[in-house]
């Protein structure tokens, strides 16, 4: 350690290690608080230090370092909540295995499906798997929104017909919205 001159502050640096030994404790409690979780409350409170040591120069100039390091804490915590809704939505999106009868419905539905005709096909997989309105599939296809409404129908009365016992996944009537 350096050895410092009298009426000289010391350098950012012991500074920074005064304040993070001082202030550990309360804001590791205050992490805790916000996440339940001692471990990813120290998490939180390394990484609010890592962001806090990057602008030290200017911050240790502030009247309140502990308020502005309580602040960086919960928004550090408020950061690792959003990752943690992205991962969580990811991991939605992941492919689970087939349960019985899946693969034998997702087939019979690709086969029905096949036997439509074209335009019809293209009616029925905009509406009911594109969740599109009635206008939209019609701006879509170049067709009017009477045509896309009775293409649905007849094409979800053919379904219904070559589907079996899967007819019931098919909705019930066609709506008009």
């Known amino acids: 350690m350096r050895s410092l001159r009298k009426g000289t502050s010391p350098e950012p640096q012991e500074e920074f ?34 962001r806090i040591f990057r602008s030290w120069q200017r911050i240790r100039l502030v009247d309140m370092p502990d308020a502005y390091a309580r602040r960086v804490v919960y928004r550090c915590y408020l950061d690792s909540r ?48 594109e969740d599109q309105s009635v206008e939209q599939t019609a701006a879509a296809l170049g067709m009017s929104p009477g045509t896309v409404k009775s293409m649905s129908a007849r094409g979800l009365a053919q379904l219904r017909g070559r589907l079996g016992d899967f007819a019931s996944l098919l909705p019930d009537s066609v709506e008009t919205r």
């Open 17 to 50: 290690r005064a304040f993070v030994t001082g202030s550990q404790g309360h804001l590791r409690r205050s992490a805790y608080v916000l996440c339940g979780d001692w471990h990813l409350a120290e998490d939180l409170v390394q990484t609010a230090y890592q």
């Open 82 to 129: 959003k990752w943690q809704r992205e991962a969580a939505s990811i991991e939605a999106l992941v492919d689970r295995p087939a349960q019985e009868g899946d693969a034998a419905m997702r087939l019979t539905i690709l086969a029905a499906l096949a036997e439509l005709a074209p335009r019809t096909r293209a009616v029925v997989a905009l509406r009911y798997w």
